[in-house]
């Protein structure tokens, strides 16, 4: 699960993006579940992200159809992220 805050200004730019992001991840198979979240705070979102193990989300930020959307994400973001990793009980 990855939060991070969005420069009001590219909010519009990042929203068009996350569509792409999540119909990319929707064509990898080791991909479980890739979903964005707005969060309560204004420009706050987060991310969740599952994948069958550490190699497939390595595949999913090396894809060559992501790159480029992974950059300009982070371009729209106030900052860095705060991943945290989530461990089945």
């Known amino acids: ?12 730019e ?3 993006l996350v569509f792409a992001a999540e119909r990319e991840a ?6 479980l579940a890739y979903k964005f979240y707005r969060l309560d705070e204004p420009c ?4 969740f992200e599952s994948f069958t193990d550490a190699s497939a989300d ?4 090396a894809n060559p159809a992501n790159v480029p959307i992974i ?5 729209c973001m106030a ?3 705060t ?3 989530l461990h089945d009980v």
């Open 44 to 47: 706050h979102y987060a991310v």
């Open 1 to 12: 699960l990855a939060r991070f805050q969005v420069k009001p200004e590219k909010e519009a």
């Open 83 to 85: 991943r945290e990793y």
């Open 79 to 81: 900052g860095t992220y």
């Open 26 to 31: 929707a064509n990898e198979p080791d991909t």
């Open 58 to 61: 390595e595949a999913h930020q």
């Open 71 to 75: 950059e300009k994400m982070i371009s």
């Open 14 to 16: 990042f929203i068009d």
